[in-house]
């Protein structure tokens, strides 16, 4: 069954450093992976999506994610953090059915300092 | 385009109370979604409705919870009565398409927060 693994529930990165948020994912068949962001009382906003096209995917805000097949992963980066990107991101996996369930990962909050 | 409507955005409630949630989906989407998000947790998917028809309640507590999508377009989330592990946000997105593929893009609202006292 496919599931995703969020290492590091905090993350806290000064602004200008480099932004690295680790997701992991377990499938038997090759997945589409999302990442998604949620702002205080907000809903989650699509960030980028990974549907097999290209490795590297863009998203918005700066973000992009790398697909790495060899080691199941699927990491978001952003070279420099800016105060605004302080939120919670979740890695999701959809779920190879009919219904294309989405499984959501625990969710990393993400502190930027000044 | 409007994005999905939900209601209400707060509701505090007693133990065994009821509470119901109202979700209006982006138009044309005919895929619908109700999850729970438990602070500190990842959304759950609660239950999918394609048009008016259910295609996914393995996770609706069936004892309490309902829901419904009787027209198609906007949905009702209830639960009857509530417990203190109910406190949660439920979050409803909606789709244009369905299934498993790339163009299967959820759109979400802001959530309804549930606090159960």
């Known amino acids: 069954a496919q599931s995703v693994t969020q290492l590091g529930s905090h993350v806290s990165v000064s602004e200008g450093a480099l932004v690295l948020l680790r997701c992991n994912y377990s499938s038997s068949v090759p997945p589409y992976l999302f990442w998604y962001v949620q702002y205080p009382n907000q809903g989650l906003q699509l960030l980028l999506k990974y549907t097999s096209a290209a490795t590297l995917v863009k998203g918005i805000n700066g973000f992009e994610a790398e697909f790495k097949k060899s080691e199941t992963s699927f990491h978001l980066t952003k070279p420099s953090a800016h105060m605004s990107d302080a939120a919670e991101y979740f890695c999701?996996?959809?779920?190879?059915?009919?219904?294309?369930?989405?499984?959501f990962g625990q969710g990393t909050t993400l502190q930027v300092k000044p | 385009e409007a994005g999905v409507a939900q209601s209400p955005r707060y509701k505090i409630i007693e133990k065994r109370q009821s509470v119901a949630f109202w979700c209006n989906p982006i138009s044309g989407h005919a895929t619908l979604y109700w999850y729970q998000q438990i602070l500190g947790q990842g959304p759950k998917l609660l239950i999918q409705f394609q048009n008016n028809g259910v295609v996914d309640d393995s996770q609706l507590p069936k004892d309490r919870f309902s829901a419904e999508r009787l027209k198609g377009v906007d949905s009702t989330l209830k639960i009857q009565p509530a417990k203190l592990e109910d406190s949660a946000v439920y979050l409803c997105?909606?789709?244009?398409?369905?299934?498993?593929?790339?163009?299967?893009?959820?759109?979400f609202g802001a959530g309804s927060r549930l606090t159960v006292l």
């Open positions: 997105a909606s789709s244009l398409v369905t299934g498993n593929t790339g163009a299967n893009v959820l759109t």
């Open positions: 999701a996996v959809r779920r190879s059915s009919n219904t294309g369930k989405l499984i």
